[in-house]
């Protein structure tokens, strides 16, 4: 018998639906962020870096910052207008 069919050691129960729920909540909640930020960091970049080199320059800089706040304020506007009680 393999591994993936052996039952749990110690007899331990599974979890709880609430239990469940919360943890793939939580990984949601996790893969949306990642995904968020790949996608702000790939059209910042995008807007912002006309020539790529070692560093960034000032006003590559300040074009990144604003940009990621204009996203982050976009997503917050979106948010609450998708999730408030009407």
Do not use: H, N
């Not at 939580?26 to 970049?45: G, S």
């Not at 320059?57 to 408030?84: K, M, P, V």
């Amino acid at each position: 018998m393999d591994s993936y069919s052996s039952p749990p050691v110690g007899g331990g129960a599974s979890p709880s639906p609430e239990v469940l729920m919360e943890q793939v909540k939580t990984q949601l909640a996790q893969a949306y962020a990642e995904e968020f930020i790949e996608t702000v960091r790939v059209k910042c970049f995008d807007k912002c870096i006309t020539k790529p080199g070692s560093s960034l320059g000032g006003s590559e800089s300040s074009c990144i910052s604003r940009c990621f706040d204009r996203y982050i304020e976009a997503t917050g506007i979106i948010s609450r207008s998708l999730f408030t009680q009407r």
